[in-house]
């Protein structure tokens, strides 16, 4: 044999052992559900059990807030081979639940009781503790007696985010097959109920709301279109963060005013005025640098008490897909918004860092793409 020859034969043969090291080690990585990539081997290796068979939370392996620069950030976040062979953990989403408890408890959390406040109390804003509020005679009348997750447990809950991520989703029946559906800022569902559902058993209705989607009710056209939705939650929970920031205060008391003049069907719930710090003091443990959690990381963190399985459906904090095609900021608006403004409160992308990390270990999923069974 030539000596050329030979040497080709040699060459070939230790190129084919090298891919076949990495076609194992694809293989493995599409077992345990992360996608290609440098970040990929990492993964696979902390996911294979160790002689101990200790289940790792890894949620944000940088102790420094993430940057976001580039439009198409979005690439680095593709999830698809990961959501086709997702597991869940159900060790990992105990753990989590364990460690979250020794924050905050979603039971006693989700809402201030009629208990602890009486009419005329004076309240310091959380977010501008040198401002206060006081306690009305109709907010008093709302407050829960008993905390409105008391001794409930759910097999599998929905958490629907705004994102236009959803639309053409085709995720509507599965949402709706969710034991516990949580909605966030009072988003309309009707006319988008093939991708978003229609089932609702708790939804968040921040203040601003009232302005943005509803002109403030100026006049009786916007109040009844207000009132009507409202009146379609159909006695699910109604969670208004009253106490947060100065400058609600007047919306909260239209509201509440309305609650009991229509005598609207909902349980209204006004969250404690410990919930946000705490959350926060939970992520930033996990090294999670965040200024404010958004209510959908909010609803996640209170969810994992009561809810065995988690799915995330319209979290998608970026302006283009998957595949690079545009996304509006809400499905339901023409809003837009600068993820990675240094203005905002929130850390939209970061916080999706650390719920793409979860859905990857198993602990949550996370839906960004038509859901099986859409043609």
Same mark, same amino acid.
């Given at each position: 044999?030539?000596?050329?020859?030979?040497?080709?034969?040699?060459?070939?043969?230790?190129?084919?052992?090298?891919? #076949?090291?990495?076609?194992?080690?694809?293989?493995?990585?599409?077992?345990?559900?992360?996608?290609?990539?440098?970040?990929?081997?990492?993964?696979?290796?902390?996911?294979?059990?160790?002689?101990?068979?200790?289940?790792?939370?890894?949620?944000?392996? +940088?102790?420094?807030?993430?940057?976001?620069?580039?439009?198409?950030?979005?690439?680095?976040?593709?999830?698809?081979?990961?959501?086709?062979?997702?597991?869940?953990?159900?060790?990992?989403?105990?753990?989590?639940?364990?460690?979250?408890?020794? /924050?905050?408890?979603?039971?006693?959390? &989700?809402?201030?009781?009629?208990?602890?406040?009486?009419?005329?109390?004076?309240?310091?804003?959380?977010?501008?503790?040198?401002?206060?509020?006081?306690?009305?005679?109709?907010?008093?009348?709302?407050?829960?007696?008993?905390?409105?997750?008391?001794?409930?447990?759910?097999?599998?809950?929905?958490?629907?985010? %705004?994102?236009? &991520?959803? #639309?053409?989703?085709?995720?509507?029946?599965?949402?709706?097959?969710?034991? /516990?559906? &949580?909605?966030?800022?009072?988003?309309?569902?009707?006319?988008?109920?093939?991708?978003?559902?229609?089932?609702?058993?708790?939804?968040?209705?921040?203040?601003?709301?009232?302005?943005?989607? /509803?002109?403030?009710?100026?006049?009786?056209?916007?109040?009844? =279109?207000? !009132?009507?939705?409202?009146?379609?939650? %159909?006695?699910?929970?109604?969670?208004?963060?009253?106490?947060?920031?100065?400058?609600?205060?007047?919306?909260?008391?239209?509201? %509440?005013?309305?609650? &009991?003049? @229509? @005598?609207?069907?909902?349980?209204?719930?006004?969250? +404690?005025?410990?919930?946000?710090?705490?959350?926060?003091?939970?992520?930033?443990?996990?090294?999670?640098?965040? =200024?404010?959690?958004?209510?959908?990381?909010?609803?996640?963190? !209170?969810?994992?008490?009561?809810?065995?399985?988690?799915?995330?459906?319209?979290?998608?904090?970026?302006?283009?897909?998957?595949?690079?095609?545009?996304?509006?900021? @809400?499905?339901?608006?023409?809003?837009?918004?600068?993820?990675?403004?240094?203005? +905002?409160?929130?850390?939209?992308?970061?916080? /999706?860092?650390?719920?793409?990390?979860?859905?990857?270990?198993?602990?949550?999923?996370?839906?960004?793409?038509?859901?099986?069974?859409?043609?």
């Amino acid at each position: 044999m030539h000596l050329e020859a030979r040497s080709w034969m040699l060459g070939a043969a230790a190129l084919l052992a090298v891919f #076949l090291l990495f076609a194992d080690i694809s293989q493995l990585a599409e077992e345990v559900g992360v996608t290609a990539g440098s970040g990929a081997i990492r993964s696979v290796v902390k996911s294979v059990p160790g002689k101990t068979n200790r289940t790792e939370l890894v949620i944000n392996e +940088s102790s420094s807030p993430a940057t976001v620069e580039r439009s198409n950030e979005s690439m680095k976040y593709n999830i698809k081979s990961a959501s086709l062979k997702w597991r869940h953990n159900q060790t990992l989403s105990l753990k989590i639940r364990k460690q979250i408890l020794k /924050f905050l408890d979603a039971e006693r959390d &989700i809402s201030i009781l009629k208990g602890t406040l009486k009419p005329g109390d004076i309240i310091h804003y959380i977010f501008d503790r040198d401002s206060t509020m006081n306690i009305s005679k109709n907010l008093y009348e709302l407050l829960p007696k008993i905390s409105p997750l008391k001794n409930k447990h759910f097999k599998t809950c929905a958490i629907v985010g %705004n994102s236009g &991520i959803l #639309l053409n989703s085709g995720c509507g029946s599965e949402i709706d097959a969710h034991d /516990f559906i &949580i909605r966030c800022n009072l988003a309309p569902v009707e006319e988008y109920a093939s991708d978003v559902g229609m089932k609702t058993d708790l939804v968040t209705m921040n203040p601003s709301v009232v302005q943005r989607a /509803f002109e403030d009710l100026i006049n009786e056209t916007w109040k009844d =279109k207000f !009132l009507q939705r409202l009146q379609g939650l %159909n006695g699910s929970i109604l969670w208004i963060p009253a106490f947060m920031a100065k400058g609600g205060e007047e919306r909260v008391e239209w509201v %509440n005013d309305l609650i &009991i003049k @229509h @005598h609207i069907d909902v349980h209204t719930a006004y969250p +404690s005025l410990r919930l946000l710090h705490a959350v926060r003091g939970y992520w930033l443990t996990n090294k999670v640098h965040i =200024k404010r959690p958004t209510t959908g990381l909010l609803m996640y963190t !209170l969810a994992t008490r009561f809810c065995s399985r988690i799915h995330l459906y319209g979290f998608w904090p970026f302006p283009r897909d998957q595949n690079q095609n545009p996304v509006k900021y @809400h499905y339901y608006d023409s809003l837009k918004y600068g993820y990675t403004s240094q203005a +905002s409160p929130h850390a939209m992308p970061l916080e /999706f860092k650390a719920l793409k990390a979860l859905h990857q270990q198993g602990a949550l999923k996370l839906t960004v793409e038509e859901c099986e069974g859409t043609t």
